[in-house]
C-alpha cells in the first residue's frame, strides 16, 4: 500500500506472468458496492478486499519484500462516494481453486456493502485488466439531471474545469463522452471513455451539465452515481462487456 | 449532526447513544475530556447525571484517568476503577436482573452497583473544601457506598479470554493491527510515572497463550500486522521464547510482527533484524533526563554507561541514528540538568565518529524530544508542583541553543497543553463546571495543538473564580487530602511518601525483581510479588 515503502516495485498486471506463480491461478471476480463502503477511498477498498482474502484462508499469492500483500489488481479504481453495479478485479492464488469456492468464501467473508458477482479464471498472458479497460457506463441519479441532457448543446467542445494537485486545468468532456441519455427526468445513464489513457470522471460529466446545461450546482454535487459496467474493445473492435 | 440532527450512534448497528442501557468511556488522557462531554451530548443523553431520567442509559468510565476522575464526577453515573474483565460481567449481571424485575429509580441500580467491589458512584460521596480552597473531606453520603474504593484487577491474565475476533475498521485507523498484551504492570517504578504505579502489580501472560491468541486473532481479523503490547517489552521474561516462535510463525502467515522500543542489547537487536528482514525498525530510548543526579531522582533505571553501549551496538548493527525522549521540569531540575540533556547528544555525536566508516552508510540522525512533566496523582510525585510554563520555555530555548548540530533534530512539546493536563491530572469536582462551560463554548479536541486554546480554559476558570496555578503549581503537603484520597490502587500512600522522600535525597529504589520495596500491592495476592 501506500503508505508501506516497497522495496521491490510491484507489478500486479503482470502478475500471471511472474516466475514464482503459476499461470491459470488467477482468479477474475466481478463485485459490486453499495452503502456505506462506497464512500471508501480506492487503497482503503484495496485494504479491506486484502483482509478479507486473508480471512477466507484461501491459498494467496503475496508480493515479494518484507511486507507482503496479496496480488490484486484492480481493473479501474473507484472513487470516492460511487457505487459499482459490475466491477472487475484480479485476485492471485497460489493453488487451484474452483471459482464456486472462490465465490462462496468471499461472499461469507466481505463486510456489507461488498459482494462478489461472480468469478472465473483469468486467461493467460495477454493484456492486463486495467490497460483492457477502455470504457465505462455510469448512470447518475439527482434532481433535474435527466432533464438537463436535452439542454446540453448537440455538437462543439465542452470544457470544464479539472482541479487537480497543482491548480485546475480545461478539459473537454465532449470527445470522451461515447453515450449520453436521459433514464427520467433525474437520471442519466452515460457510455464514457475510461482506463489508463483517456478516462472521464462521472463528477466531470455532472459539471459539464452544470457549466453547459444550467443543472443546479447543488443537484450535481449532491448526485448518486453508479458505475454500471466496464467495456473493453474485441479483435474486431466490437465493444465488450469485461467480466 | 447537530445541524443535520443526527444523534451520535454506534459504529455496527448505527443505534443512537441514548437508546443504549449503558454508554462506556474509556479515560485514557486528561485532554480528552471535553471531547467525552461533548459525545454524551451528541449522543442525546443529558450531560450531568443529576439531569438524567430514569429511561437515560448508564455512562459509565474506566481507563487510567478514571482513578481521578473528580473533574468529571458529575457527568459519570459510575465508575469502574481497575481492570474491566470481571467487574463488567457482574455489572451486566446485575443490570439484567434488574431490567428483569421492571427496573425502577435510576438510584436504585446505582445503590446495587455500588456494592459491586472496584464500583464508584460519584453521587453517593459529597466532597467538603477548607477555606484555602484544599480538599476537606470526600465522605460517602449513603450506606452502599464505602469509604474507600479499592482497584479491581486480574490476577491470571492466560485465564482472562482476549478478544480474537474484534472489529477491523474499513479506513485506516492509529493501531491498525492485532496487538498481544505480554503483561500488565511495570517493574521499574519510574517515579514520575502514573501507569508503573496504577497497574501493579505485574502479571505476564504465558508465551504459548499469547502464540495461540496471535495466529487464532490474524486468521480472524486478515491484519497483517501484529504489535506487542506492554509498558516495558524488554522486562517480558517470555520474549525470548514468544519471539523465537512468532516470528517464524507470522512470516508463515506473511504477517508482519512489529516491535515496539525495546531496550537495546545483543538479544533485542538479534531479535529486530530478524522480525524486520529488510526494514530497520527506529530505536527509541528514553533516559528522561539528562544527568545521573536526576535520573537518580526519578528512579529511572538508565546509566550513561548502558546508553553508550547500546548506542554502540545499535550503530555497529548498521543502525544510523535513535530517537531519545526526556522530561523537562522534573522536580530538582536545573539548567545543569537540562544541559546534560545537549551532553549526552554530543557525546552519541562522538560515538558515532569512532564507528568505522564503512558501517557509516548513511549520515547520523538523532532525534531528541522533549516534553513536560505533569505531575500525577497515584505517583511519588503527586504533591510536586508542575515548573512555569515561562521556566519551561526558557529550559527549551536553552536546549535549543545547545543543539544547533545538523545530525541532530530537536522538537518539544507544546507548554499550553501540559500546564492545562497538569491543572485537570490533579483536579477535583469544582473543575467540572470549567469542563461542561468549556465545550458550550466550542472547546473539543483538546489534545490536537492547532485546537487547543489556553486563554479559553483559563478565561473560563477565571469567571468561576478557580486558579490555575493551585492545581498544577503549587507545593502540596504530605498530609493535604487530596481529591482523590478515597481511591485505592493497592499503592499505599505511606509508600509514595517514602519514595518522594528519596527522590528527595536522590536515592534509588531497587525494582520488583530486585526485591520488594513493600509498595503495598501485594494486597492483590498475585502476580511479580508473589513469584
Redesign the interface.
Known amino acids: 500500500m501506500s503508505?508501506r515503502?516497497n522495496?521491490r516495485p510491484r507489478r500486479p498486471e503482470n502478475a500471471s506472468n511472474r516466475p514464482n506463480m503459476t499461470p491459470g491461478r488467477t482468479m477474475r471476480a466481478r463485485f459490486s458496492r453499495t452503502g456505506?463502503?462506497s464512500w471508501?477511498a480506492h487503497?482503503?477498498l484495496m485494504?479491506?478486499f486484502?483482509?478479507?482474502?486473508?480471512?477466507t484462508?484461501l491459498p494467496?499469492a503475496?508480493t515479494q519484500?518484507?511486507?507482503?500483500?496479496p496480488v490484486m489488481t484492480f481493473a479501474l479504481p473507484l472513487g470516492v462516494g460511487i457505487d459499482a453495479g459490475d466491477d472487475v478485479a484480479d485476485f492471485a492464488l497460489d493453488a487451484d481453486i474452483a471459482p464456486e469456492e472462490f465465490v462462496g468464501k468471499m461472499n461469507a467473508t466481505l463486510?456489507e456493502g461488498l459482494r462478489i458477482l461472480g468469478a472465473r479464471i483469468a486467461p493467460e498472458g495477454g493484456e492486463s485488466l486495467m490497460a483492457a479497460v477502455h470504457e465505462a457506463s455510469y448512470v447518475l441519479r439527482g434532481p433535474g439531471v435527466g432533464a438537463a441532457v436535452a439542454r446540453l448543446p448537440a455538437a462543439g467542445p465542452l470544457p470544464v474545469a479539472k482541479k487537480g494537485k497543482e491548480g485546475s486545468k480545461i478539459v473537454d468532456v465532449r470527445p470522451l463522452l461515447v453515450e449520453l441519455a436521459a433514464k427520467d427526468d433525474d437520471a442519466l445513464e452515460a457510455l464514457v471513455k475510461a482506463g489508463s489513457r483517456e478516462n472521464l470522471r462521472p463528477d466531470l460529466l455532472l459539471q459539464a451539465l452544470v457549466d453547459h446545461a444550467g443543472l443546479p450546482q447543488d443537484a450535481a454535487d449532491d448526485a448518486e452515481t453508479l458505475r454500471t459496467a466496464l467495456y473493453t474493445t474485441g479483435p474486431d473492435g466490437a465493444r465488450i462487456r469485461l467480466a | 449532526m447537530r445541524r443535520e440532527g443526527i444523534p451520535l450512534f454506534s459504529l455496527e448497528s448505527k443505534t443512537p447513544l441514548r437508546e443504549f442501557d449503558f454508554v462506556g468511556f474509556t479515560l485514557q488522557y486528561e485532554l480528552s475530556f471535553p471531547n467525552v462531554l461533548n459525545m454524551i451530548d451528541l449522543g442525546g443523553i443529558p450531560v450531568r447525571t443529576a439531569d438524567r431520567a430514569d429511561d437515560d442509559p448508564f455512562v459509565i468510565a474506566g481507563g487510567p484517568c478514571a482513578y481521578n476522575v473528580e473533574p468529571m464526577a458529575d457527568f459519570f453515573d459510575l465508575v469502574v476503577m481497575g481492570e474491566g474483565e470481571e467487574v463488567l460481567g457482574e455489572l451486566l449481571d446485575l443490570h439484567g436482573a434488574w431490567k428483569k424485575a421492571g427496573k425502577g429509580p435510576r438510584t436504585e441500580f446505582l445503590a446495587r452497583a455500588a456494592r459491586i467491589p472496584g464500583i464508584y458512584v460519584p453521587s453517593f460521596y459529597e466532597v467538603s473544601y477548607n477555606e484555602d480552597g484544599t480538599v476537606a473531606s470526600v465522605a460517602p453520603n449513603r450506606p452502599e457506598a464505602s469509604a474507600r474504593v479499592l482497584k479491581r484487577i486480574v490476577l491470571d491474565l492466560d485465564a482472562a479470554g482476549y478478544p480474537e475476533d474484534d472489529l477491523v475498521p474499513n479506513l485506516e485507523t492509529v493501531h491498525d493491527r492485532v496487538f498481544l498484551e505480554l503483561f500488565r504492570g511495570c517493574i521499574r517504578g519510574c517515579r514520575f510515572c502514573q501507569a508503573g504505579y496504577i497497574y501493579r502489580p505485574v502479571r505476564e501472560r504465558s508465551p504459548e497463550s499469547l502464540r495461540k491468541q496471535a495466529l487464532a486473532a490474524t486468521a480472524a481479523t486478515g491484519y497483517e500486522e501484529v504489535g506487542l503490547l506492554s509498558l516495558s517489552t524488554s522486562d517480558y521474561t517470555g520474549l525470548a521464547e514468544l519471539t523465537a516462535h512468532l516470528v517464524d510463525d507470522l512470516d508463515g502467515q506473511r504477517v508482519n510482527l512489529s516491535l515496539p522500543s525495546l531496550r537495546v542489547d545483543s538479544v533485542s537487536l538479534e531479535l529486530m533484524e530478524k522480525a524486520s528482514k529488510v526494514r530497520k525498525s527506529g530505536l527509541t530510548f528514553a533516559p528522561e533526563a539528562g544527568t545521573q543526579r536526576l535520573r537518580d531522582v526519578v528512579n529511572k533505571g538508565v546509566e550513561e554507561g548502558d546508553l553508550m553501549r547500546s548506542m554502540k551496538l545499535a550503530f555497529e548493527g548498521g543502525w544510523n541514528g535513535a530517537k531519545l525522549y526526556f522530561m523537562l521540569g522534573l522536580p530538582t531540575e536545573t539548567m545543569e540538568d537540562v544541559e546534560g540533556i545537549a551532553a549526552l547528544a554530543h557525546q552519541i555525536e562522538a560515538l558515532w565518529r569512532t564507528i568505522p566508516r564503512e558501517l557509516r552508510l548513511r549520515p547520523l540522525d538523532l532525534n531528541i524530544s522533549t516534553s513536560m512533566f505533569v505531575p500525577k496523582p497515584f505517583t511519588a510525585f503527586q504533591w510536586e508542583p508542575q515548573e512555569s510554563m515561562d521556566g519551561m520555555r526558557a529550559k527549551q530555548q536553552h536546549l535549543r541553543n545547545l543543539l544547533r548540530s545538523k545530525a541532530i533534530r530537536y522538537q518539544w512539546h507544546d507548554t499550553h497543553q501540559s500546564f492545562f493536563e497538569a491543572v485537570l491530572a490533579r483536579g477535583d469536582r469544582r473543575l467540572g463546571a470549567v469542563l461542561e462551560e468549556g465545550v458550550k463554548r466550542g472547546r473539543r479536541f483538546d489534545s490536537w495543538d492547532d485546537h487547543f486554546r489556553l486563554d479559553a480554559w483559563l478565561g473560563i476558570m477565571a469567571e468561576q473564580g478557580l486558579d490555575p496555578a493551585f492545581y498544577a503549581n503549587r507545593k502540596r503537603p504530605y498530609d493535604e487530602t487530596t481529591p482523590w484520597d478515597h481511591i485505592d490502587v493497592g499503592v499505599e500512600r505511606d509508600f509514595l511518601v517514602r519514595e518522594s522522600r528519596a527522590a528527595e535525597a536522590g536515592e534509588t529504589t531497587t525494582n520488583c525483581r530486585e526485591g520488594c520495596a513493600g509498595c503495598g500491592a501485594t494486597v492483590f495476592g498475585g502476580g511479580v510479588c508473589f513469584e
Open positions: 503508505d515503502p522495496p456505506a463502503t471508501l487503497l482503503d485494504r479491506v486484502e483482509r478479507t482474502l486473508r480471512r484462508g494467496l503475496f519484500g518484507f511486507s507482503p500483500h463486510p
